[in-house]
């Protein structure tokens, strides 16, 4: 849904989590008080909840930090900031993934970067939805081109992608975290991210990838609901909601952007051994589904080209290129 100048101004005003009167509000956004009401009808359309009392005022369930593009930038080293053609931060938007492969198909130029405060359909892998609640999490993605080797040249990206998310994670000294092959961030056998790319393009020619990352930060078990899967976010992992959502944003950022920028040169070969020093399923009992087919065994890691590798209980050792993988794993 489409948020409202007066919607927005309501939120920065809220953003500290506290109680403000609704006169208060109502002179900021130069409205009735009755007109306050309606306003907070459309926030819960995106999630966001709150409470009203009598004799104190509004307060939002939680506190928000929102993005801001000026805070961002600066939080990037000027190289990182040479790498992107534009940033953009969208108060709600269908998908940061979707957004960038139509403005890719425009002509769009490399290094268009979208951030966004709520998705209206988040995208997961194998057309899932990704649940995405306003200003409580990180949803953002990248626009890439790479100008030789074609599709090939993008093989293990996502695994590199993981990679970065781990660095960056680490860098704000969260490091109970791990990667699930191919493209997922756990922490304690539950689900804390997911990387999504969407390469289009020539076979030995250009090509454009959009490199998405969810990743949670706080969300509310309201929004979970429709969550088919263990989840966990980075509050239950920290105990507390006091990382910042800019810096983070930042760091993520630059971490991909330095994995992007050399990709088309290193390929995934430079990621290898870090990403084997992530991986959560290493050694675990596991079951592989690939369509209608079930293939259990014991991960064996990742061979050299990223391949997934399970060993069969007859002892032979098979390499997988996709797939849907579950493991019961309690590990990180």
């Given at each position: 849904?489409?948020?409202?100048?007066?919607?927005?101004?309501?939120?920065?005003?809220?953003?500290?989590?506290?109680?403000?009167?609704?006169?208060?509000?109502?002179?900021?956004?130069?409205?009735s008080r009755s007109a306050i009401c309606k306003q907070f009808k459309g926030?819960?359309?995106?999630?966001?909840?709150?409470?009203?009392?009598?004799?104190?005022?509004?307060?939002?369930?939680?506190?928000?930090?929102?993005?801001?593009?000026?805070?961002?930038?600066?939080?990037?080293?000027?190289?990182?900031?040479?790498?992107?053609?534009?940033?953009?931060?969208?108060?709600?938007?269908?998908?940061?993934?979707?957004?960038?492969?139509?403005?890719?198909q425009q002509q769009a130029a490399s290094g268009f970067v979208c951030f966004?405060?709520?998705?209206?359909?988040?995208?997961?892998?194998?057309?899932?939805?990704?649940?995405?609640?306003?200003?409580?999490?990180?949803?953002?993605?990248?626009?890439?081109?790479?100008?030789?080797?074609?599709?090939?040249?993008?093989?293990?990206?996502?695994?590199?992608?993981?990679?970065?998310?781990?660095?960056?994670?680490?860098?704000?000294?969260?490091?109970?975290?791990?990667?699930?092959?191919?493209?997922?961030?756990?922490?304690?056998?539950?689900?804390?991210?997911?990387?999504?790319?969407?390469?289009?393009?020539?076979?030995?020619?250009?090509?454009?990838?959009?490199?998405?990352?969810?990743?949670?930060?706080?969300?509310?078990?309201?929004?979970?609901?429709?969550?088919?899967?263990?989840?966990?976010?980075?509050?239950?992992?920290?105990?507390?909601?006091?990382?910042?959502?800019?810096?983070?944003?930042?760091?993520?950022?630059?971490?991909?952007?330095?994995?992007?920028?050399?990709?088309?040169?290193?390929?995934?070969?430079?990621?290898?051994?870090?990403?084997?020093?992530?991986?959560?399923?290493?050694?675990?009992?596991?079951?592989?589904?690939?369509?209608?087919?079930?293939?259990?065994?014991?991960?064996?890691?990742?061979?050299?080209?990223?391949?997934?590798?399970?060993?069969?209980?007859?002892?032979?050792?098979?390499?997988?290129?996709?797939?849907?993988?579950?493991?019961?794993?309690?590990?990180?």
């Amino acid at each position: 849904m489409h948020l409202s100048d007066k919607q927005k101004k309501i939120l920065i005003l809220l953003s500290d989590g506290q109680f403000h009167s609704g006169t208060e509000l109502a002179e900021a956004l130069g409205v009735s008080r009755s007109a306050i009401c309606k306003q907070f009808k459309g926030l819960s359309e995106l999630g966001l909840q709150h409470s009203a009392i009598s004799g104190k005022g509004y307060r939002l369930e939680y506190a928000l930090e929102l993005l801001d593009l000026k805070t961002i930038t600066q939080a990037l080293s000027q190289d990182h900031q040479r790498l992107i053609s534009l940033l953009e931060i969208h108060d709600s938007i269908n998908s940061t993934n979707s957004y960038l492969v139509d403005q890719a198909q425009q002509q769009a130029a490399s290094g268009f970067v979208c951030f966004a405060e709520h998705q209206s359909a988040g995208k997961g892998r194998r057309g899932r939805s990704w649940v995405s609640p306003y200003g409580s999490n990180l949803y953002m993605s990248i626009l890439w081109r790479f100008q030789q080797g074609g599709i090939a040249a993008t093989a293990g990206l996502s695994l590199a992608t993981g990679v970065a998310v781990i660095r960056a994670l680490k860098q704000h000294h969260i490091h109970d975290v791990g990667l699930k092959w191919p493209n997922d961030i756990y922490s304690q056998g539950k689900k804390l991210g997911g990387i999504l790319i969407e390469v289009s393009g020539e076979s030995d020619g250009p090509c454009s990838a959009v490199i998405g990352v969810g990743l949670n930060l706080f969300l509310p078990a309201s929004e979970a609901l429709t969550i088919n899967q263990a989840w966990t976010d980075l509050t239950n992992i920290t105990g507390t909601v006091s990382k910042s959502r800019n810096q983070l944003a930042a760091t993520l950022l630059s971490h991909i952007l330095d994995i992007v920028n050399g990709f088309e040169t290193t390929g995934i070969q430079a990621y290898l051994d870090e990403w084997r020093s992530y991986d959560c399923l290493q050694g675990q009992a596991a079951t592989l589904f690939i369509g209608q087919q079930q293939i259990d065994g014991i991960v064996e890691g990742i061979d050299d080209n990223g391949l997934l590798l399970i060993k069969r209980a007859e002892g032979t050792i098979q390499a997988f290129a996709s797939g849907e993988i579950s493991f019961s794993g309690i590990g990180v």
